[in-house]
């Protein structure tokens, strides 16, 4: 597979050096790197367009490296930034490191071989490279002309109050020759000839390639070394991808549910799933234009974003957490079955119901007609007489069981977790009785 047509059917290639991939159609494999940051203990939807460069570039027979920047996790990358942002401490650090690793080794190969992937960490050979020694050894190779010449860099100091840019301290103003130097070392250390990511980042990347030919010549040698970008993920209107209306989508389970990860793909728009589905997965082009042309046929049946939710969520969280995402998404439309959802998922599915709390002594003893109007605060319903109606009316359902009379003891339904009764008023409305 040629990485560079790859990328670019599937809209991801933003820039690439010359003779960039000319030397990924070499006989031997291509060692290449990625950095991540490490200021939270888990990735995010965000980085998921930067590890799919990673994942191609396997895919085409070559090496891929994360780099966990521990070091530069100390500093901080202006780019895209107008403050300084807060320093955290190696032990936090290195538990973030610990959780990035666990998550790309569901997305990279980490066997032995020449296409085996890595993970390294730039604070490992940081840690003992002392301020004078580096300023001698790194330092002089670039001049301040040429690092003040970055967007990044420009953007802060030019910066004024209106645009909230406050200047860049020497803090981060350094950090472009720190990953410069990731780039020298991975060079040096493994014959990593590549470095990718984002669009956003092609300034510090290339001062990476600037610095390994400029030490290079300095030794007496010629030394080369290649950048290729992809395109930054944004919506149909221009505004950057990753957030849902709760804020960050992360990989890590325990900060957004794979119910909330596969709802987030779902819930994407028409205008952007197309791009969505060539980026964040593995299908090919033959599979996705067929899935197009049934998606242009019933577009209300979200083909589509059906099997964009269910390929993201079943590489991220495993195939079993996809399947319950996918009956637990089927519950509001009545096609599940509410007694296989655990606590966090029922609780996840009916986040945005009202919440109305019971007695379980009062459970005890009250029908179904008392239960939609005086023990709930009459929010479901106001009086007993028009509940009595409703139910009636087979307009009320608990646990997705109709209410068959009004005068029903709702202490022979069997709460759902043990503590939860889901009342369903007419097609659409619901809220969710919590016993206590």
């Given amino acids: 597979m040629n990485l560079i047509e790859e990328l670019r059917w599937r809209g991801m290639f933003h820039d690439m050096m010359p003779g960039t991939d000319e030397h990924l159609q070499q006989n031997a494999p291509v060692t290449g790197y990625i950095g991540f940051d ?22 085409a027979g070559h090496r891929p490296v994360a780099l966990v920047g521990g070091a530069t996790g100390m500093i901080g990358d202006p780019s895209g930034k107008s403050a300084e942002r807060n320093l955290l401490d190696e032990d936090t650090l290195r538990r973030n490191q610990a959780g990035i690793r666990a998550q790309l080794e569901k997305f990279l190969d980490f066997s032995e071989g020449p296409t085996g992937a890595l993970v390294v960490n730039n604070y490992d050979w940081f840690k003992e490279f002392g301020f004078l020694q580096f300023l001698r050894e790194v330092g002089k190779h670039l001049t301040v002309n040429y690092m003040m010449a970055k967007d990044s860099v420009k953007r802060r100091i030019s910066g004024n109050e209106d645009s909230g840019a406050d200047g860049i301290s020497y803090t981060e103003f350094s950090y472009q020759l720190l990953q410069g130097y ?3 070392h991975l060079h040096r250390s493994l014959g990593c000839t590549l470095q990718m990511g984002a669009s956003d980042q092609w300034g510090n990347i290339t001062t990476g ?5 400029r030490m290079g010549s300095a030794e007496g040698g010629e030394a080369k070394a290649y950048a290729l970008t992809g395109q930054l993920i944004t919506k149909a209107d221009g505004t950057k991808y990753g957030k849902s209306e709760t ?11 794979p119910y909330q990860f596969y709802q987030f793909f779902l819930n994407s728009a028409d205008d952007d799933v197309k791009r969505l589905i060539r980026v964040f997965t593995l299908l090919s082009q033959a599979e996705i234009e067929a899935l197009e042309a049934e998606h242009a046929q019933a577009p209300h ?7 964009l939710a269910r390929d993201v969520t079943a590489r991220v969280h495993g195939g079993a957490a996809a399947e319950a995402a996918i009956s637990a998404s089927q519950v509001l439309f009545g096609g599940g079955d509410l007694a296989t959802l655990d606590e966090a998922t029922l ?21 179904a007609a008392t239960l939609l109007s005086d023990a709930t605060g009459k929010q479901i319903l106001p009086s007993k007489g028009e ?13 997705r069981e109709k209410v068959a009379a009004p005068d029903t003891a709702v202490a022979e339904i069997t709460p759902l977790c043990g503590r939860f009764l889901v009342v369903q008023k007419g097609k659409k409305n619901y809220f969710l009785v919590e016993l206590m």
């Fill in 38 to 59: 490490p200021t939270a203990a888990s990735l995010h939807i965000g980085n998921l367009a930067t590890i799919m460069l990673l994942v191609h570039l396997q895919r």
């Fill in 301 to 307: 049946q979200r083909a589509l974003q059906k099997a």
């Fill in 182 to 184: 990731d780039f020298v």
């Fill in 387 to 399: 509940a009595r109606k409703l139910i009636q009316n087979g307009g009320v359902s608990i646990n």
């Fill in 247 to 257: 804020g960050t989508v992360w990989l890590e389970a325990s900060m957004t549910s």
């Fill in 209 to 213: 390639t600037e610095l390994i030919r």
């Fill in 347 to 367: 609780l996840d599915v009916f986040a945005g119901v009202p919440r109305l709390p019971v007695s379980r002594a009062e459970l005890a003893t009250i029908d």
